[in-house]
């Protein structure tokens, strides 16, 4: 009797994952697209999930043909598209998106009991209880222009951060296998030794200049 209900719990698992799964997945081309849109940005990997999100898969996966009035639903993975994900500015999980004609709104940036709104029966979470006053949405900052994450300013700002946070993850790496001590020293000499290189070569081309001078 145990080992049924246990597959039985498998199944329901599985066939979560599988209604999620068929939520469309955001993409660069819906930067452009007039449909009204909601982004749901999340973490997922084979080693690690985003536990927080867990629930708002659920709650999304309910909807009928994946629209929440007005908006499609379109899911984003970290992991899948990070350069992406970070247009959005999406650092934490989940980030929820509205969409509208390359205007956008963060629609996670504020707290609902700021705004004179708690947790009760009637809404599945904080995002249902936005959705479902729009004198909160008023209240966000509207995304556009140079702001939208569909602007060159933010993909440059995407590639940006993920070169940062590759040089941190190497030097994280490097400190792992070396001690803090050497890789300061490490880079004193580096760069003593630059600095040493550049000097002799100033020199060299000051006695050139100076020869050649004499020459005349």
């Known amino acids: 009797m145990n080992i ?6 498998l199944l329901l698992i599985q066939n979560s994952k599988e209604t999620f799964t068929e ?18 940005i999340y973490y997922n990997t084979k080693e690690s999930t985003c536990f927080s999100c867990e629930s708002y898969k659920k709650w999304l996966e309910s909807f009928e043909d994946y629209k929440v009035g007005v908006f499609s639903i379109k899911r984003l993975n970290f992991s899948d598209d990070p350069i992406l994900a970070l247009r ?4 934490s999980f989940p980030t929820f998106f509205l969409q509208h004609k390359k ?54 700002y995407a590639y940006a951060f993920t070169c940062l946070m590759t040089v941190i993850n190497i030097l994280d790496r490097i400190s792992e296998i070396a001690s803090f001590k050497f890789v300061i020293t490490t880079l004193s000499i580096t760069l003593s030794v630059s600095v040493l290189i550049r000097l002799i070569n100033r020199r060299h081309a000051n006695i050139k200049l100076c020869n050649a001078q004499k020459c005349k």
């Open 23 to 40: 939520i469309q997945t955001y993409t660069v081309e819906d930067f452009n697209s007039n449909t009204p849109t909601l982004i749901f």
């Open 103 to 156: 205007r956008f709104k963060n629609i996670t940036s504020i707290d609902i009991l700021d705004h004179n709104l708690s947790y009760d029966k009637k809404y599945h979470n904080d995002i249902d209880a936005i959705l479902k006053n729009p004198r909160i949405l008023d209240r966000i900052e509207t995304l556009e222009g140079l702001k939208a994450p569909s602007s060159v300013l933010m993909l440059v």
């Open 88 to 91: 959005f500015k999406a650092t």
């Open 4 to 9: 049924s209900i246990f597959f039985v719990f």
